[in-house]
């Protein structure tokens, strides 16, 4: 499985950056982050054809947005695995939108729709956690015991 994360902002030299390093060494699937650099109090707007642009026509796209559904980690391995099995080339596009979330010329591109809940995060905070869960599901689905129910 290929995994690119396409986000908004450019994240600095910073425990965050460092956090996503770690996550990104230890996993087995390979990860590519491209940062979408942004107008300075751009507008989701603004920043739409600045992320459309990356993505592949047929891409297998997964947006994070308030308005989506929420997983648990088993359940958020078991879509991964079947992300990858409808995704062209095993390749799935995970977008994290910058402060005012995304366009619906955005959304209406993306296949899902994914919340990590409905309380509002920082979206360079977004990146470690989405890392993580992603992490976690691989372990999930090597029968890894990280993740403890």
Request: charged residues 25%; contains cysteine.
């Amino acid at each position: 499985m290929k995994i690119k994360i396409i986000a908004v902002g450019r994240l600095k030299a910073s425990p965050l950056r460092e956090l996503c390093d770690e996550y990104i060494k230890r996993l087995g699937w390979p990860v590519k982050i491209e940062e979408i650099d942004s107008p300075k109090a751009a507008t989701s707007a603004i920043e739409a054809p600045l992320i459309l642009k990356h993505i592949p026509e047929n891409a297998f796209v997964v947006a994070l947005d308030e308005r989506g559904q929420s997983f648990s980690s088993p359940e958020f391995a078991e879509k991964l695995s079947r992300w990858r099995d409808q995704a062209p080339g095993n390749e799935i596009i995970l977008l994290i939108g910058g402060a005012d979330g995304f366009d619906k010329t955005v959304r209406d591109k993306a296949k899902i729709l994914l919340s990590f809940g409905k309380q509002t995060w920082p979206h360079m905070l977004v990146r470690v956690m989405l890392l993580e869960q992603i992490y976690r599901a691989q372990q999930i689905l090597a029968g890894h015991p990280y993740h403890r129910a």
